[in-house]
């Protein structure tokens, strides 16, 4: 059974730094590709970043493009989202996907749980 679980959210002030982590259950992460979500209050779920598991360059959405970083560990079957000058619209809930294929489609089935950012002075 395909499990992801999220970690290192939390409470950050404007302009600081947070490093989010997907770990995989019961497949090879470094063979698909993985994604990563986020939904504010209020708000409709947003794509953030996907990394393919092929040699494409990884993609970020506008907003965050310069300031988050995806990445792979994969002796630690996870992914990574090294995020940097957090704004308070970084707030929100962030989320791992993955549809168990190799390049970064449209169409997530897995989903973890889900970590808390939150950017408040």
């Known amino acids: 059974q395909v499990q992801l679980v999220e970690s290192g959210g939390g409470l950050v002030q404007p302009g600081g730094s947070l490093r989010l982590s997907c770990e995989a259950s019961e497949f090879n992460s470094a063979r698909y590709a993985m994604a990563w979500f986020r939904q504010a209050p209020g708000k409709e779920r947003e794509w953030v970043s996907c990394?393919?598991?092929?040699?494409?360059?990884?993609d970020y959405t506008a907003s965050v493009k310069g300031r988050f970083t995806i990445s792979r560990d994969k002796t630690k079957n996870t992914v990574t989202l090294e995020m940097n000058m957090l704004t308070p619209e970084d707030t929100a809930v962030y989320y791992c996907?993955?549809?168990?294929?190799?390049?970064?489609?449209?169409?997530?089935?897995?989903w973890g749980q889900g970590t808390q950012v939150t950017v408040s002075s």
């Open positions: 996907a993955t549809d168990l294929v190799d390049h970064c489609g449209k169409m997530f089935h897995y």
């Open positions: 990394i393919s598991a092929r040699d494409d360059p990884a």
